[in-house]
């Protein structure tokens, strides 16, 4: 072999050694590549995920203030259509759940059979709707002793709700008034009810008519605990702490009520003029330190007149010994009662 041969062939291997050479470091370069590639990709990933959970995070937050939100808007608007609600199916008793509204019960002595009575007094006292205040008016009677009563009065207390019916035998001046306040605690204490059920509890007859909006606004500053108020008797008389409160309507604080429940002394003395016995009550048992005499806001009708009555005006609690249909006209009209009848195409009343 000669020189140009050998040298021919040393050049061939060389360039074969330097492309196996070339090509090894090309597939280092290429593998380095992708493993920086890699890397990257991995890096990148990382913090993407990262990135995603962070916006999930930040979306979960929102999206629960977001439901809170909601949320307590839905309360407050199943408050309102329940506040709504409540205002039209109450009859005499304050939007307002407030700690200062009134709560007031008239119960209304009458007898079982005076049913048209019951439904005129339904429509004087529900179509009152005093202002801070939920006053309740029941009719208060003895047990039934007739079977017409039975049918006829199961029916007003199904449509009504407004009758009770004491455990008694029907009478005016015989314990029919201490049954009454007597019987109210066992009655309307519940624990899932306010206490006291009411701050106020009148005794009324059927023949008296109580605006409810100037009641509540007598009572408004007076105190609600060891309270009697009404109309001094006799009528000369403007001291409640010498005489008592007629039966025309009188009102004790509900802590008298629960005092009457548990006390011998009104046990032990039942007959007599019912408001005059009820006043014996509440001197001998040293109570009502507050009283409150509505004379002469509560008054007797016009006619006949005595030292018990004078002339309507504006300035009335109540009005008494309406004994007749022509004198609830002539006190209804005075006080303009139908004055909101609403104009319509259905009737006309001039």
Known sequence: MDFKTLSQSTTQI????????????????????RLQGRHRF???????????????????????SFLKFGQCALANVTSHNS???????????????????????????????????????RLIYGTQSPLGAKVDVKFVFCNLTKEDQKVLVALEIMRYDDIIILNCKENMNKGKTYTYFSSLPEMLNDTN???????YVMKTDDDTYFRLNSLVES???LPREDLYYG?????????????????????????IVEWIRDSDIPKNHLEGPEDKVFGDWIRDGHRAKNRYNAKWSMYNFPEPPTTC????????????LLKTQEKWIRTLKYFNVTDNLKPSKLYHIP
């Open 42 to 64: 991995i890096i990148s990933s990382f913090f993407f995920i990262m990135f995603l959970c962070v916006l999930a995070s930040i979306n979960e937050v929102r999206f629960d």
């Open 83 to 121: 506040s709504l609600e409540n205002n039209i199916v109450a009859s005499n008793s304050s939007s307002s759940s407030s700690s200062d509204e009134i709560r007031i019960l008239i119960g209304i002595l009458t007898l079982p059979d005076q049913y048209q009575r019951r439904h005129f007094l």
């Open 231 to 255: 109309y001094v008797i006799p009528c000369r008389s403007m001291d409640p702490f010498v005489h008592y409160m007629s039966g025309m309507g009188y009102m004790i604080s509900w802590d």
């Open 219 to 221: 009572l408004r500053p």
């Open 193 to 199: 009810s306010p206490y006291p059920p009411y701050h």
């Open 14 to 33: 060389q360039i074969h050694i330097n492309s196996r050479g070339f090509n090894f470091k090309n597939q280092i370069m290429m593998k380095s590549a």
């Open 309 to 320: 009555t004078h002339e309507l005006w504006p300035d009335t609690i109540g009005v008494h």
